[in-house]
């Protein structure tokens, strides 16, 4: 174990027994921290970006969820649109009319486009001005 050796501050050669330490058992245990913060802070860095992405992919999961499950009430409702196209001849007669337009023969087809509302505007009635001549209201031509 050289490495763990290496790494212990107890076997720095220049320690003297009895100041209360020395200056180089001092930095080597300064240098075991920083290695330490500099190696968990390049953990760190290289994992950010993996808890990102894999935020992101569960995020696009959840909104493909919702998709499939919108597509597949789509297709349960298709499938009951087509059960009934092929047993209920009054429901193919109501599809024929309402929205392809048909009729039977002999029948006229009246359609009328969609209602649309018009937006509401806002007049400003401004009061028309008074033609004030500036001789108080009299029109005398003859004085």
């Known amino acids: 174990m050289a490495g763990a050796r290496f790494l212990d501050p107890a076997s720095v050669p220049l320690r003297r027994h009895g100041d209360g330490g020395n200056i180089w058992a001092t930095l080597a245990t300064a240098t075991q921290v920083i290695i330490g913060v500099v190696a968990f802070s390049g953990l760190l860095l290289f994992f950010v970006p993996v808890i990102d992405k894999t935020q992101q992919y569960q995020a696009d999961q959840v ?13 349960q409702q298709l499938k009951l649109e087509t059960e009934h196209m ?8 109501h599809i024929a009319r309402d929205q392809l337009n048909m009729g039977k023969a002999g029948e006229y087809i009246v359609s009328f486009p969609p209602y ?22 009299s029109s005398d031509a003859g004085n």
Do not use: C, F, M, W
């Not at 092929?86 to 007669?93: N, R």
């Open 63 to 75: 909104e493909l969820r919702a998709n499939i499950d919108k597509a597949l009430e789509d297709q």
């Open 86 to 93: 092929k047993t209920d001849s009054a429901y193919v007669e």
């Open 116 to 137: 649309q509302a018009l937006p509401l505007t806002r007049k400003v009635v401004h009061p028309t001005p008074q033609n004030d001549d500036g001789d108080g209201g």
